[in-house]
């Protein structure tokens, strides 16, 4: 079983699981690839640099002053981290980006967003031999234009992407709540297309998850099933492997 994991700086703390729950599923035969953000940290950083960034849709729009610090966060502090950690645990990982054998070819396509990518291909030259050899990839969301120009790209969007790439069995999103919330604050058990279109005609769903839902439809589409879960919550992800459903599951239909 191949799992895409899409992991948020936010759910990382002292009490969390997700890091042990995924080296004992690739311990136990699974196929887990991470994408990662680390948004919280950018943020903190370009603040600290003043360097102005602001929020179209949920994505954020960067100059070439924000993609050096976005290159540096990613790639740098919070993917060699997570590899450090996941070795610490027990596992086998390594940290690689977009740009690294091309994974993930991109295209700039709105001005008002500037150095931020459109996924065009995935290449996954590089990911089935890590996966074949029980590697866990860790995957900062970079991705390359026309093999010269990185590119910023959100993380659930290339989570997405690569498990309809790969043809994952399942997609899911780790998060700190408890899944998609309805316009009466109600957790939503499975989301339909038509449901997620309601919710962001209203306003319900909007922000961060609006990229999230997109990218949960694409890899429904292929086939995979997607998850939003609580990653805060001890063993969440090694439960719901289990059998044990929470949180949001996204259908394709």
Known sequence: MTIVIKIGGSILGDNDTSLQDIVHLAQTGKRPVIVHGGGAMITDWLDRLNVNTNFVNGLRATNSEALEVVIAI?????????????????????????????????????????????????????????????????????????????????????????????????????????????????????LTIQMSNTLKEDGTLKGGMIPKVDAGFIAARAGTIVHIINGTIAYSLQQLIDGNLSGTTIRGE
């Open 74 to 190: 990613l790639r740098g502090v919070v993917n060699t981290t997570l590899v450090a950690q996941l070795t610490q645990a027990g596992g086998r990982a390594v940290g690689i980006s977009g740009v690294d054998n091309a994974l993930i070819q991109a295209e700039q396509y709105d001005p008002d967003l500037g150095l931020v990518g459109k996924i065009t291909k995935i290449n996954n030259d590089l990911l089935s031999p890590l996966l074949d050899n029980n590697i866990i990839p860790v995957i900062a969301p970079i991705g390359i234009e026309t093999l010269s120009q990185p590119l910023n790209i959100n993380a659930d969007t290339v989570a997405g992407e690569i498990a309809a790439s790969i043809n994952a069995e399942k997609l899911v999103f780790l998060t700190d709540v408890a899944g998609i919330l309805d316009e009466s604050g109600s957790l939503v058990s499975t």
